[in-house]
């Protein structure tokens, strides 16, 4: 409750004095990345709950979000171009998509629209399987048998803590093995010949999201390596390419995740630690790029947190961690 009055003041607050702030800081050696996950086309599609709405966006809302940075002179980059250096002085952003939806494809023509390129991280075995992700699976069968959508995230965080073939499991016994098959193009992910015209997209770099979208801080280093090169090798025979990156599933890592990630022979790892990342990158073998989460609040109104490497919620956090070091 508290956490959310500060949020809200804090976005009011913010829209007034981060403005000023940014004047007096200024916003160059600085790249913003942001992570999405589905796209609908309309709202009415939304209204299907055929995914879980998390922090989907409509294209509308996609288009207003590259607008806002586009206006405040923000240079969209590809994780390739973060390899080759980015100058300084400047300010970038990227914005990547997780998972492997189809529904992704509807952002493809608003980048066309401006000449942006996007990276997207792909989940091998749903996309091999035609298989919907498993937290949409719970939220749409919850969601039309009742349940509030806190009693649904509560299924789908207890689940989590599981490898995936728990959840495979799981999923089996509560909703039977039908429900592995998608119910329309919103929830099912992209197939083999668009994973192949996408890579073969001038505004789409492909990226690794392991290969069950498995909680890597739950596997061990077998495992581990064994999500990374799996889905390596699909994707390889599906682009001819062996991707760079590599998101890790809800962001979660740790060192020896890195440790493996590196061994594998990425160059960039994708978390979801919302900061931003300062100019010029540190210089390793594995480079750590922290993201945003995007989220479906006007842009006018919140953009100023991003550019200035906050969201009210990390704030939030930060000004607690100062009142309470040993939070
Ligand atoms: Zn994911």
Known sequence: MLKKGFRVLAEKLGFLINPILLNIKGENNQLLVFFFHGIYKSLEQKNLSHIDPQSNMTTDQLDDFLDYFLNYDYKFVKPEELLEGLQL???????????????NLLAIEVLRKYKIPAAFFLTAKNIA???????DIIYKYRYKQGYSLEKIRKEQGYLKRFKYNYIDDYIIQNFGIKSFEPWSDIDRPLNEMEVKSLARDPFAAIGNHTSNHSILTNCSKREIKEEFIESNKFLISVTGTSPI?????????????????????????????PKKNHLPLENGKLICISRFMANTNIIKNYGSFYRLGYTPGSLFSDIRKLGNPFL
């Open 89 to 103: 002085d400047q300010r970038y952003i990227m914005i990547t998509f997780d998972d492997g939806y189809f529904n």
């Open 129 to 135: 399987e035609n298989r919907p992700f498993w937290w």
């Open 245 to 273: 990156s590599i998101a890790f599933p809800n962001g979660y890592f740790n060192h020896l995740v890195l440790e493996v990630a590196e061994e594998v022979g990425f160059r960039l790892a994708f978390s979801v630690v």
